[in-house]
């Protein structure tokens, strides 16, 4: 016994058999089906379910006794029965018999009660339905709820029409199109598909012994699932709304009367934004809102209020395009117009500002797809950034259509806005973070051209940082270009100094994924960073990459600050992710002083030093170049790991430097030994003549030992090993251990 209603009922059903002693008995089972559940099986023969009553939930009067019978070559039947309810209200239900296993020694029976009718709106807000029974002068009203929520259809009737009109509020006048329904309609279409019965009669037990398996995306339905098999087709476009009657769930007698609105559009961006046909403002969406929005007759365009210049600035056009009616890409579409198909995605920008230097532009990506016969137009930030760091960072979203500097200078930018990212936490995944707005970097007097193609992010962990163009290169990271063909990245974010290791950045991994139009930009922390530079002179420093070959993207200067430590990342490397270069020699990287930005003068740029002569660091070794303004540089290259780290030190301490960046104590030595058995074995072989004795046995299985440097705080728990005059941390995990003792007088501990 199975019910889909919205309400508990009282079952009773009848049973029919001949005792032992050829007398006929006849007794009840009475229980309550509550809504929506099952009631445990009935053990008995199918002949002896003869008689089934209903009735609400306690109330006295039974429906009239049902008797289910099945014909010949069919599984299941139905029938209407009236519920007698004491509030007065009606309620008709659909009783169908399944049967599975048919003529069989396993068949089974499957009673199920379903409503006459179910109600179900795709509309954003709760819709009121008026149910006019016009034959009998009567009309009711019930509010149904909507955003894809479905509910039971109210005293209705078997076997009388009933017509239906909607209302959006109390405020507003009804539909004037009457639908009718009746159970006449489900009958014809219950005729049409009774090809698909045995598969949805199934599909009808799993819904109550199976696993509860909602593959469908929730209202809005809106989705990334790019496996989704084929394509919907769109009810309408060019009407708002349409009610479509259809079974509610097949296998059963249920119609389901569903409103269907044309479109869906969701803000899932952080703007508020506005509509416009042409100058005609058709509709205004708050950030994180669903509306149905009007029938598009030309292309629209989205708009955002911009407090700087008290004006709505719009982005490019976008046109629906539907197959239907037209080709998927029109030919002789106006390049001022994105065409939009029912199955796609296009990226739109809208400009904020007029006054260079003060611009910016919000990137949006506004996607569609068809699902439950409706357009799901959706507005997203085209970029979201996931932290997966346990450090708080700030950051900056740049946009420009050219070099953000020069290739013998530190990248300097002008100021610019400051955003901050939240770290993860410990036990929480990240939460993901739209970038709302990109600060637009052009010259005066020059026009941007949309869209544009460049986007950089730079990043700083430090707490308290300057915006401003003089903080520009020790503040923040090289800037980073956000782009596919880039698609791992090790960005040096400045911190404060580490006080284990020294250093003054933080590595970080950036990575780039595509999907659908949305760009999403992840940070992890990188276990093995490719290149560790420790400036031990009192002269801050630029460093440069000696590219090989033409760069896809501008390669900035890396400033290194006096007597500091921090990460780096080449060109060489990120440029060739994920193909391997291990072969390839690394490039030669060139130094030169760098002088004070705020105390050079105009006057001085013409005679700032020169570079370097170029410095191999594919070698380990000790290198000497002479500095142009400084003097010999001595330049120590170590391998390590994976790592190439070096070491820059002036002529008169490079041997106190160099010891104590490249001293044994500073190599960490780590090891593990996993064993599958280990046996220690005490044996007398003075005494016995005869031999050997085994006096006393321990036998260790799968034993493993585990060598590490101890960690900050695991002082006192550690091994000093000889020669490395530094704690090591020495595990020993055993699975099972067994003693053996010959030894009968005498007792054994282990410690």
């Keep these: 016994m199975c019910s889909y209603l919205s309400q508990d009922i009282d079952l009773r059903v009848v049973q029919h058999y001949v005792n032992p002693e050829g007398q006929t008995v006849v007794k009840e089972h009475v229980d309550c089906l509550e809504a929506g559940r099952k009631l445990p099986s009935y053990v008995l023969e199918d002949s002896e379910l003869t008689e089934l009553c209903v009735r609400a939930r306690g109330d006295e009067d039974w429906s009239r006794d049902v008797r ?9 039947s139905s029938s209407v029965v009236q519920v007698p309810c004491s509030s007065g209200s009606l309620l008709y239900v659909w009783c169908t018999l399944i049967t599975m296993e048919t003529d069989s020694h396993m068949q089974q029976r499957v009673v199920v009660f379903s409503p006459l009718f179910m109600m179900r709106s795709h509309l954003p807000d709760p819709v009121i339905i008026h149910t006019e029974k016009r034959s009998l002068g009567l009309r009711e009203s019930q509010l149904i709820q909507g955003q894809g929520h479905q509910e039971q259809l109210l005293n209705t009737e078997n076997d009388l029409t009933h017509h239906l009109t909607f209302q959006a509020s109390e405020d507003e006048d009804a539909s ?51 496996d989704r098999p084929g394509s919907e087709v769109l009810a309408q476009w060019d009407s708002p709304m349409q009610v479509k009657l259809s079974a509610w769930m097949s296998g059963l007698n249920t119609l389901l009367v569903e409103l269907i609105p044309w479109a869906l559009l969701t803000n899932h961006s952080t703007w508020d934004l506005w509509l416009f046909e042409g100058e005609t403002i058709v509709l205004q969406i708050p950030a994180g809102k669903t509306l149905v929005p009007p029938n598009f007759k030309e292309a629209f365009q989205l708009g955002i209020y911009w407090f700087d210049t008290n004006t709505v600035h719009k982005s490019t056009a976008l046109k629906l395009v539907h197959d239907l009616t037209s080709p998927r890409w029109k030919e002789g579409v106006s390049p001022e117009v994105l065409t939009l198909d029912e199955e796609g995605y296009v990226e739109a920008e809208i400009p904020l500002g007029r006054n260079p230097g003060r611009q910016k532009v919000c990137q949006f990506c506004v996607s569609s797809v068809v699902r439950h016969g409706i357009q799901i137009i959706q507005i997203e930030d085209r970029t979201i950034l996931v932290n997966n760091t346990p450090y708080f960072l700030s950051y900056r979203a740049l946009l420009s259509d050219q070099a953000l500097g020069t290739t013998d200078q530190a990248c300097s930018l002008p100021d610019t806005a400051v955003l901050s990212l939240a770290p993860a936490g410990e036990n929480t995944p990240s939460t993901p973070v739209s970038v709302a707005c990109w600060d637009l970097l052009r010259k005066e007097g020059e026009i941007p051209q949309f869209p544009l193609p460049t986007r950089h992010m730079m990043f700083s962990c430090l707490p308290t940082i300057d915006s401003g163009p003089a903080a520009g290169s ?41 999907h659908l139009g949305v760009t999403y930009v992840t940070l992890n922390e990188d276990p093995c960073p490719h290149m560790v530079i420790h400036n031990q002179t009192p002269l801050s ?18 400033p290194l600050p006096a007597n500091s430590s921090l990460h780096h990342d080449l060109y060489h490397h990120f440029s060739s992710f994920p193909a391997c270069r291990q072969r390839e020699p690394l490039p030669t990287v060139l130094l030169k002083a760098s002088p004070d930005p705020n105390s050079l003068q105009p006057s001085d740029l013409q005679a700032s030093p020169e570079w370097s002569d170029p410095v191999d660091i594919n070698c380990p070794g000790t290198q000497v170049v002479f500095l142009p303004g400084f003097g010999c540089l001595y330049i120590d290259v170590v391998h390590q790991g994976g790592t190439v780290i070096l070491t820059l030190a002036p002529e008169g301490s490079v041997d106190s430097v160099m010891s104590l960046h490249n001293r044994t104590s500073n190599r960490k030595l780590a090891f593990r030994v996993l064993l599958s058995e280990a046996s220690v074995s005490l044996s007398d072989d003075i005494t016995s003549r005869s031999g050997s004795v085994e006096l006393l046995r321990l036998t260790l299985s799968k034993l493993l030992l585990n060598l590490c440097p101890a960690r900050l705080g695991d002082s006192g728990m550690g091994l000093v090993t000889a020669g490395m005059g530094e704690a090591c941390l020495v595990e020993v995990h055993c699975a099972s251990l067994q003693v053996d003792n010959q030894l009968y007088n005498y007792s054994i501990e282990l410690h």
């Excluded at 279409?189 to 599909?203: F, P, T, V, Y």
Aim: hydrophobic share 30%; with cysteine; aromatic share 6%.
């Design 68 to 76: 289910l019978e099945r014909k010949e070559k069919e599984r299941g």
């Design 176 to 226: 004037h199109c009457a639908v009718p329904i009746s159970t006449s309609v489900i009958k014809q279409i219950m005729n049409r598909n009774q090809a698909g019965l045995e598969d949805s009669q199934d599909h009808i037990l799993a819904d109550f012994y199976g696993l509860k398996n909602n593959s469908q995306s929730p209202w809005p339905y809106v989705s990334k699932d790019t």
């Design 541 to 558: 420093m630029l460093l440069r990459e000696n590219v090989k070959e033409p760069p896809r993207t501008e390669v900035y200067c890396r």
């Design 474 to 514: 020790e503040s923040w990271s090289l800037p980073a270009p956000i782009r596919p063909d880039f698609p791992r990245q090790s960005v040096a974010v400045p911190g404060e100094i580490c006080s284990s290791s020294g250093l003054s950045t933080r590595a970080l991994v950036m990575t780039y994924q595509e």
